[in-house]
């Protein structure tokens, strides 16, 4: 896939800015870099003999001087490619940024694909699979939370841990092929009760990762919370408070909200994409209904439920009706619910069966007089769980998801076959497919097709 050519691209986002830095690896990199780049020091450098070095001169094409630069020098293997590497630090003049990339294609280089740095890092040993594609994360993350995610994943965090589960097992593998090579002689190298108890914990491992995907996505891309009610309880209201921007329309207007509306902003680390939905009741509207129906879609996938009303007016009947009708629903899936009572403003007197709200989590706020927002905040802290998220491993990335789901489906049926008792051939069969699957997320086993739509994601330059 990756050939001999040195390639170059620009690292830096594009536009004019102060400074630009363009990027070089391969093997002509340092014969390059002389051809254009004289240094300050008098004389000529010979840069395999000053790796790890920063030198200060002047970029030229012939006699004319196109910027003074920086060139900082990185010798193979010690680079983020793993190649001879350098990097030139320029002007953010897009004119300049143009000239420099043209000289280095005259010169031997050619333009990077997307991804491509990352992708002969890969290639040349200096990360797994699952690291390069958290390198991506690392950039895309818009949050502590999310920031702290990528970059244990980067650091090998969660390689290593798949990468002890498959150790473990291909040495009962390896025994089980050997029970093929005799199989004439019904010689059993690999201990059925070991391996069974091999397979049960690998089994609990795969689980708790497949498991973790559903926190670490939602962390990954912003938590989802919808904010639900009738029309006219301040959800619009609460969404602008939030958001600290007149994100939605607020009127005392019936059914002004028609549509989902979303926007994200991070709270204490945290990235949460609010969603404010039309009110939910009947209405002989069909484009107002088509808003109740999405209402109904933005709940399912939301992770957290604010389900604001009017205290001065609503039933406490209805409201504890509702409240129990979502618990129902929800069945097992990771979602917590919060009840925002708003309007506490107009309250003269408790209403009857004020208590009883308080079987779930209730906040009592004023939206138009921003009272008690900090509350709201809180129980949003408090659903994500914020200090438990900085420990242990999670998956956030769909296709390890998909391969963990894999594993633990050929591992089910590895442990079946040896309560069956069923030949060593059928079990070497499914061992093989989860070592494969491991293997599939570090990159242990990978094909071209898999790289090129894993690398095609990434930024040029990176």
């Known amino acids: 896939m990756i050939g001999n050519s040195t390639i170059c691209a620009i690292a830096t986002p594009g536009g004019a800015c102060a400074l630009s830095i363009i990027r070089i690896s391969g093997k002509l990199t340092f014969d390059i870099i002389a051809k254009i780049f004289k240094p300050s020091a008098n004389g000529t450098i010979k840069f395999e003999d000053h790796p790890n070095s920063v ?131 019904d010689v059993e190298f690999a201990k059925r009760n070991d391996l069974m108890d091999l397979l049960v914990k690998i089994e609990i491992e795969v689980n708790i990762l497949t498991e973790s995907f559903a926190t670490g996505n939602v962390m990954k891309n912003g938590i989802p919370v919808a904010i639900i009610g009738k029309p006219n309880v301040g959800k619009s209201t609460l969404l ?77 009947e209805d409201i504890l009706t509702t409240t129990d009708n979502f618990m129902r629903q929800k069945g097992n899936q990771n979602k917590k619910i919060i009840i925002v009572a708003n309007m506490i403003d107009k309250l003269i007197e408790l209403p009857e069966r004020f208590k009883d709200l308080l079987r779930y989590e209730t906040v009592f706020i004023s939206a138009k007089r921003r009272e008690n927002i900090n509350l709201v905040v809180a129980c949003l802290m408090n659903a994500v769980g914020s200090t438990a998220l900085s420990e242990g491993t999670f998956v956030t990335n769909a296709r390890h998801y998909e391969a963990l789901i894999k594993i633990s489906d050929a591992i089910s049926r590895a442990k079946k076959g040896i309560a069956e008792k069923m030949s060593s051939d059928f079990v070497a069969q499914d061992v093989r497919e989860s070592l494969h699957y491991l293997g599939e997320i570090t990159g242990n086993v990978t094909s071209d097709e898999i790289l090129g739509n894993i690398f095609s994601k990434f930024c040029i330059g990176k």
Request: hydrophobic share 40%; with cysteine.
């Open 55 to 185: 030198f200060h001169g002047i970029i030229v094409d012939s006699d004319a001087i196109i910027d003074e630069v920086l060139v900082s020098i990185f010798k193979a293997p010690h680079s983020y490619t793993g190649e001879n590497s350098a990097e030139i630090t320029c002007h953010g003049s897009q004119y300049i940024q143009q000239e420099i990339l043209h000289l280095l294609i005259r010169s031997g280089a050619t333009i990077a694909q997307p991804g491509e740095y990352t992708l002969r890092a890969f290639l040349n040993n200096k990360m797994d699979l699952s690291q390069a594609e958290a390198v991506a994360d690392v950039i895309a993350s818009n949050s502590k939370a999310s920031h702290n995610l990528a970059m244990k994943q980067m650091r090998g965090g969660f390689s290593k841990k798949i990468q002890t589960l498959r150790d473990q097992l291909l040495h009962f593998s390896s025994l089980l092929e050997l029970e093929l090579d005799f199989s004439e002689e």
């Open 240 to 316: 602008n408070i939030l958001l600290n921007e007149d994100k939605a329309i607020v009127s005392e207007i019936p059914g002004t909200t028609r549509d989902a509306i979303e926007d994200t902003i991070v709270m204490k680390g945290i990235s949460f994409r609010f969603i404010d939905t039309a009110g939910l009741h009947s209405s002989q509207d069909v484009i107002e209904n088509k808003g109740i129906e999405k209402t109904h879609k933005k709940i399912d996938e939301a992770h957290i439920i604010l389900y604001l009303f009017d205290i001065s007016q609503t039933n406490i």
